[in-house]
């Protein structure tokens, strides 16, 4: 297990107070909190390094340029990628899947064919693949969601048909916590031909993910999910996705040759960089994944089953409140979204703001499923490494209190 | 119990529980829906007119508290008005919400609606209290579409 209460001290934040009492920081699927040596990482750049990369002969060029370089190598030795050349620096992972959207799809996706995409996606795996589709007069089809919160894959083969060219998936879903089968949907894609991504926002922070494994053409995650800076994510791609997708980007530092009529590409990574990188959150980056690594995925993992676990036995215990997503934590994330039609989310998020409490209220830009839960919003409690039961225990005190507030008026 | 008792009130939380006039009207003058984006809270709001006046006024939707109790009290405040005396209502609460500097907040015209006053201390809330308003804004100056707070 874990160690919390040493993790811990390692996060100045978590000893902050909020309204007069001590944070309980329960919003991770919307950002982590940053350890003091990805802090540190930054400042040190800042204060040592500072310069640009890959070009300078100067020594604060030739150590800026090693510091990122390294970063990437660790990123990519953090999802087992087949080399550091396909880990491409983004700004998040919205800009990873655009990059393939735009890249990739518009190259690749003829009239006729499909996109598969699937009913629980974050708004950032479903605009850009509508309007891929609506461009490139391809058709877009939806994996449906089961009773449980899991999909329904018993169509699967006729949804994902010989004429589809791209199959995404959510890996871990923000809305529901659902861990989907992205192995046996990186199969299927391959048995038609068609090119897999992964939504790997709220995986690749959380467990072990190893994406050779899985089998997947593309994933796209942030770095400021998994304990590192904002203004960085990653776009690994296999090498030969790489070679046949097109720069989004045009300018400098992506080029090898250019002269006043033409120009060509740099090479991999490089070509899909244009301009100056973010090179401190991208060393920052790096320094999250050390920070994890030290802790182990796989533990990580298994403190976000034991607390999920935890965290639904005391939710279930509740009356009157639904929670979302798959019984059982060994299926799910460490998401934990809940509803009662008594108390709107915004309500609960302004109460339990006052015990101190972070919690997520809304739709999680997953519209489309709030729709298909019948529901206009929930408030979602997110676990990361730093939390404890005696956090989900404030919780859970909070949220029956809001209960017998705003249904009793008890005061 | 809380030290949101300023912001839930007993006449708001009484008004989210029992919303007045929460129905559809049929063969409504005017309807308006206002979506917030943020939350994905929905009101649509019906409006009937007998000449000038504001003769029947009601909303339907899914919100939370604050929307709830901020667009009955709205229905209430402003049913019987003309429109011009409801333009100047919507003008006095949007002031009052927003603090907004150097406004002139009748508040006489505001009556009970001054006990949504305690949203302003939550900036985050303010689009929970103003959606009905801005819908009944629309409705009023008959723009079309959907209203949204993001707009």
Known sequence: ?411 | MYDVDDLYQDVVLDHSRRPRNFKRIEDADRTREGFNPLCGDRVTLFMTFDGDVISDVSFEGSGCAISKASASMMTESVKGKSRAEAESIFNSFRAMITREEGADVDREELGDLEILEGVSAYPTRIKCATLSWHAMHSALVEEEKTVSTER
């Open chain 1, 1 to 411: 297990m874990l160690d919390t209460a040493r993790i811990r001290q390692d996060f100045p934040i978590l000893s902050r107070k909020v309204n007069g009492v001590p944070l309980v920081y329960l919003d991770n699927a919307a950002t982590s909190q940053k350890p003091r040596s990805v802090i540190r990482a930054l400042v040190d750049y800042y204060e040592r390094y500072n310069s640009n990369v890959h070009r300078g002969v100067h020594t604060l060029s030739m150590e800026a340029t090693d510091a990122m370089e390294e970063a990437r190598q660790k990123v990519a030795d953090f999802v087992n990628a087949e080399s550091p050349s396909c880990i491409i620096w983004t700004r998040n992972t919205t800009e990873a899947l655009n990059l393939v959207a735009q890249g990739w799809a518009m190259e690749h996706v003829a009239a006729g064919e499909r996109i598969v995409t699937t009913a629980m996606e974050h708004h950032s795996n479903l605009v850009p693949w509508q309007r891929v589709a609506r461009e490139r007069g391809a058709e877009l089809r939806i994996l449906p969601l089961a009773e449980d919160g899991a999909l329904d894959l018993s169509d699967v083969n006729s949804i994902i048909d010989t004429r589809t060219r791209l199959v995404t998936a959510v890996h871990v879903s923000n809305s529901l916590g659902t861990i989907n089968p992205v192995k046996a949907l990186a199969a299927r894609a391959k048995e038609v031909g068609a090119a897999f991504l992964v939504d790997g926002a709220q995986s690749v922070p959380h467990m072990p993910v190893d994406v050779q494994d899985i089998g997947c053409d593309f994933m796209a995650f942030s770095g400021h999910k998994m304990l590192g800076p904002t203004g960085i994510g990653v776009l690994y791609a296999r090498r030969e996705a790489l070679e046949r997708m097109e720069p989004f980007l045009v300018g400098g530092e992506m080029v090898l040759q250019v002269s006043y009529e033409d120009a060509t590409w740099n090479d991999l990574p490089m070509r899909f960089e244009a301009g100056t990188p973010n090179v401190a959150d991208a060393i920052g980056m790096g320094a999250a994944v050390d920070y994890l690594n030290g802790l182990g995925m796989d533990r990580v993992r298994e403190h976000e089953i034991q607390i999920t676990g935890y965290a639904l036995d005391a939710f279930g215990e509740i009356e009157d409140l639904d929670v979302f997503g798959p019984a059982d934590p060994e299926k799910r994330g460490g998401v934990i979204p809940f509803h009662t039609t008594e108390v709107h989310a915004h309500d609960f998020g302004t109460v339990l703001d006052r015990r101190g409490i972070a919690v997520r209220t809304g739709h999680h830009c997953t519209m489309p499923l709030m729709e298909t839960l019948g529901v206009a919003a929930t408030a979602r409690a997110s676990f990361y490494v730093y939390n404890t039961e005696e956090e989900v225990d404030v919780l859970v005190d909070a949220v029956k209190e809001a209960m017998r507030y705003f249904l009793d008026g008890s005061r």
